[in-house]
């Protein structure tokens, strides 16, 4: 099984769980005004404006996106004409074997752009989010997959405010359970195992 | 957070100042004035137009190889074997000297043909605008409804277009239409005539005057009604709330775009199809629809950036413009698909009386104009607009607009001169001159109108929705 890095096991948060998407919203933008740090949110669809209440940039994949396209026209044209005009020249139509039946080779170009593309913004975007396949993931609260959105705060990092401010400033947003040292627990395990593991190891 | 939400859209009027009806007004004037010096020149060297050009001779070579080559196939589906007239060598491959009485084309060839292609370019913008209305009503769209009046505004050229539309096709369908010169001739409905032309009987239930005189003034008849309705129910929207006016106006739009999908590729054929009248091709009203889309989506950016730059639409933010801007990128993509369906066919196929409209196009003066044409509305666009800081800068918009407006420009040309006037004409006072006075005709109807209702459709359901628009990231 592969550890996913983001999460690491012996980390401890500062949770907020919310089952409202504008609560959390509001929330991170209050925790942002008064300098906290967030470590992530974790919601189970996307939240609109979030990424710019994080304060995360745009993502530069497009470009990844773009680039794709371009190897997919480039292999298109190669293909095609490496196969109609240099390997095996066919009479088709009546029409010349040189590059002046451009026009036959846009429809494998167009293809191959859009399948280039596709394949590589998936392959790209996988690698980018860090979903390999067969991982396991890291949660915080079982229902961050579900209905409930959490604003994890990681303990480690210093903050100017205190753990317990940090806590009833959560509350005062509407979380409608606080947790001042939380731990991850793999999803691998059920409730039961992860619960034994935590009171084997201590 | 940063989002703040509008809950209220606060009401402004554009003012339509004596500055800009100046400008509007001394454009016609000016392009008028062109127009007019630019005619009389071409009048006094028609003769020599088009002739002392060495690529010229070339051109009329190849039309002839063309005939010769296209001759058997082309002429075995007449009916009468007439050999063709041998002064047919000035205007480039059509087959159209199958009939007997064959007009060269003169000089108001070219004066008829350019007030044709710039009174229908401009046309096109208030279609798209009407068509826009319609389709935001139908598909429940809220986003643009911000941008609502600039559409009406522009709708609004629709009257005074569609009248110089059909004015000038009356005034110059004997001039253009070769089938009209046919059906006026001897031969016409006679099977033993020497210039019986088999094609051109064919399609005479289309082609005939009531299809002028009638079914055009019928169809534009019904939009304009139509439009000034919508128009009527959104002005009335401003004085009462409720939903009333904005279900009417969805089943008129659900009634105009039936409607308009029959009678759009009806007039496209009838208008301009028409002019290569042995020619036809059945992507040819999608072809006209797409310029007609894209180039009125680009007319809109040009006023809402022209709106913005004087201080108006503040509450139209850049997502709107955005989204904007990303349909004008979706237009000329749909426009390359559409023109690269009605090529691959005919390029791969290969048939005579199919390729002779390309073979038109692609030899003497206009192959340079064929590849710049693709260029402008295809090529250039595609990259620049593709990302996304190019949407959201108002000199990217306005260029990519510009270069969309001249590359369609171009476009109509292609449609129309070849099949009209021939290797005689070219681009010059004349040409450049009548699109300025149109111009200053759409300008000053179209601010016109839009000093004439409230900025924004205040009443409108979706109205915040367009406000608080987000594109997202």
Same mark, same amino acid.
């Given at each position: ?202 | ?136 009503? $139908? ?82 008849? $019904? ?80 006023? $809402? ?169």
């Amino acid at each position: 099984m592969i550890d996913k890095s983001i999460l690491l096991d012996d980390k401890k948060f500062t949770v907020g769980i919310f089952d409202d998407s504008d609560k959390l919203l509001h929330a991170v933008g209050t925790l942002k005004k008064k300098g906290v740090k967030i470590f992530d949110c974790y919601t189970p669809f996307p939240v609109h404006h979030l990424d710019k209440a994080l304060g995360y940039e745009r993502t530069n994949i497009t470009i990844g996106a773009f680039l794709c396209g371009m190897l997919g026209s480039l292999t298109g044209f190669t293909l095609a004409y490496s196969m109609n005009v240099v390997d095996w020249p066919m009479i088709i139509g009546g029409k010349p074997q040189d590059i002046s039946v451009f026009t036959s080779f846009i429809p494998v170009i167009f293809e191959l752009t859009i399948l280039f593309t596709a394949f590589g913004m998936v392959i790209l975007f996988f690698a980018r989010s860090r979903m390999i396949h067969g991982i396991k993931e890291d949660l915080l609260s079982r229902r961050q997959t579900d209905d409930h959105m959490v604003i994890a705060i990681d303990n480690a990092e210093s903050q100017d405010l205190s753990n317990s401010e940090i806590q009833s400033l959560l509350t005062s947003e509407g979380a409608i359970e606080v947790d001042g040292a939380r731990e991850s627990f793999n999803t691998s395990l059920t409730d039961e195992e992860n619960l034994v593991q935590k009171l084997m190891t201590q | 957070m940063g989002h703040h939400i509008i809950k209220e859209v606060s009401q402004e009027k554009f003012v339509f100042t004596g500055r800009a009806k100046m400008v509007a007004i001394g454009l016609f004037l000016i392009g008028a004035i062109l127009a007019g010096v630019g005619a009389m020149d071409v009048k006094n060297n028609w003769d020599s137009i088009g002739q002392h050009a060495t690529e010229d001779v070339h051109t009329e070579e190849a039309a002839e190889a063309h005939e010769d080559a296209g001759h058997n196939d082309h002429h075995a589906t007449l009916a009468d074997a007439n050999p063709h007239a041998e002064d047919g060598h000035t205007e480039t491959a059509h087959g159209e000297e199958a009939h007997g009485d064959h007009h060269a084309p003169t000089w108001m060839n070219r004066v008829w043909a350019n007030l044709l292609m710039n009174s229908y370019y401009f046309w096109l913008f208030s279609v798209a605008a009407i068509f826009f209305i319609a389709v935001n009503y $139908v598909a429940n769209a809220g986003w643009a409804v911000m941008l609502k009046r600039v559409m009406e505004a522009q709708s609004a050229y629709l009257l005074i277009g569609s009248i110089l539309l059909v004015g000038i096709i009356l005034g110059a369908k004997d001039t253009l239409y070769h089938w009209v010169q046919y059906f006026h001739s001897a031969a016409a409905g006679d099977e033993s005539a020497a210039g019986y032309d088999a094609i051109l009987e064919s399609k005479a239930w289309l082609l005939n005057n009531t299809s002028i005189f009638f079914f055009i003034p019928f169809v534009l008849i $019904v939009w304009i009604l139509i439009r000034m309705k919508l128009r009527r129910n959104s002005v009335a929207e401003d004085e009462n709330k409720g939903l009333s006016m904005f279900k009417n106006s969805t089943r008129w739009s659900a009634g105009f775009i039936f409607f308009f999908a029959f009678s759009f590729s009806a007039l496209s054929w009838l208008i301009i199809m028409s002019i290569d009248a042995h020619w036809y091709s059945t992507m040819f009203s999608v072809y006209n629809f797409a310029i007609s889309f894209v180039t009125g989506l680009s007319v809109m950016m040009v006023i $809402v950036q022209y709106l913005k730059a004087k201080g108006y639409m503040e509450m139209v933010s850049d997502e709107v413009v955005h989204d904007l801007g990303k349909f004008m990128f979706a237009f000329c993509i749909f426009w390359g698909y559409i023109f690269l369906s009605q090529w691959l066919l005919i390029w791969y196929t290969n048939l005579p009386e199919e390729t002779v409209y390309f073979a038109a196009r692609l030899e003497g003066g206009y192959k340079t104009l064929f590849a710049v044409n693709i260029f402008m509305c295809f090529l250039a666009p595609f990259l620049v607009l593709m990302m996304r800081n190019a949407k959201r800068s108002p000199k990217v918009l306005l260029t990519a607009a510009a270069v969309i407006l001249i590359g369609h420009w171009v476009d109509t040309y292609l449609l129309i001169m070849p099949g009209t006037v021939g290797d005689k004409a070219g681009i010059g006072m004349l040409e450049i001159g009548t699109t300025m006075a149109f111009a200053g005709i759409f300008i000053y109807v179209v601010l016109n109108s839009l000093s004439k209702a409230n900025m924004y459709p205040i009443n409108h359901p979706y109205v915040l929705e367009s406000a608080n628009h987000d594109v997202g990231p």
